[in-house]
């Protein structure tokens, strides 16, 4: 792995990684740095959620995770104009129930087509109080002319079931998202070119090198980069963790 400085950040400190020929990770501010990468097939990204993330009654002092994501501010949502169909093919965002009604108008009116998709999470939290079960993610697959979803039959089911990563312990993140869930996106979308501007502990690069894709990815917070970086390069190597 080759680690740098870019010297045409428009952030000024941002660090580059080049994994191989068909990987870079930048450390940096996606807002920043997106608009300055150009072309991708898709752009597949996990951005902040915007919810409540107080409450859960008793149960939320065994959830650890939750003070993670206030801490990080993983609960204050995005700035929806990353999401720009002038530089992509399509995209994939995942949000929370919270804020289906402020996003889905904005994609609607950006690209020809979208699908609600659905991660069904086969471990939800036990926990319910005066609201539905957290046992669903949702995300949205929108796109343009000529990079409608791809794959057999099988692969264009709208629901993935898989278990939720306790990413807290096993990547020290709150929202990792699991490698059966970002396998099949990264199946589900056309093109070669993948660029992740929230990409967190590089699920989504992972995946992307897996299916032989070139990835680029920017996170801001240097220890998740790190993560990333080497599961990213291990993926690459074929040993995944
Ligand atoms: C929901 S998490 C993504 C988790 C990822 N899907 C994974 O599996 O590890 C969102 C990530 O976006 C990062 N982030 C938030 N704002 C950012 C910004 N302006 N620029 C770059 N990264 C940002 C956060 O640090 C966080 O790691």
New binding site residues.
């Given amino acids: 792995m080759i680690l740098g400085f870019d010297p045409a950040s428009p952030a000024g400190d941002t660090t580059v990684a080049r994994i191989g020929n068909r990987v870079t990770l930048y450390r940096?501010?996606?807002?920043a740095i997106r608009p300055t990468l150009g072309w991708f097939d898709a752009d597949v990204m996990?951005?902040?959620?915007e919810f409540r993330a107080e409450g859960g009654g008793h149960y939320r002092k065994a959830r650890g995770g939750m003070d993670q994501i206030i801490d990080?501010?993983?609960h204050k949502g995005?700035d929806h104009a990353i999401i720009n169909p002038l530089l992509c093919g399509a995209v994939v965002v995942?949000c929370h129930n919270d804020q289906l009604a402020k996003l889905l108008p904005y994609l609607d009116g950006n690209f020809e087509r979208f699908a609600l998709c659905m991660w069904r999470k086969k471990n939800p939290q036990p926990v319910a109080n005066k609201h539905y079960r957290p046992d669903s993610e949702f995300y949205a697959h929108c796109w343009s002319k000529g990079y409608h979803p791809q794959g057999d039959l099988a692969d264009k089911a709208r629901t993935v079931d898989a278990y939720s990563v306790r990413?807290k312990a096993k990547?020290g993140?709150a929202?990792?998202?699991p490698d059966a869930v970002?396998d099949k996106i990264i199946r589900n979308v056309a093109g070669e070119s993948i660029c992740?501007?929230?990409?967190?502990?590089?699920?989504?690069g992972v995946a992307a090198v897996k299916a032989g894709k070139t990835f680029v990815g920017?996170?801001?917070?240097p220890t998740?980069f790190e993560t990333?970086c080497r599961r990213i390069a291990a993926a690459m190597e074929g040993t995944a963790q």
């Fill in positions: 940096g501010d996606a807002y996990d951005p902040p959620y990080e501010q993983l995005f995942f990413g990547f993140h929202t990792v998202k970002m992740d501007p929230f990409m967190g502990t590089g699920s989504t920017i996170e801001q917070n998740h990333a």
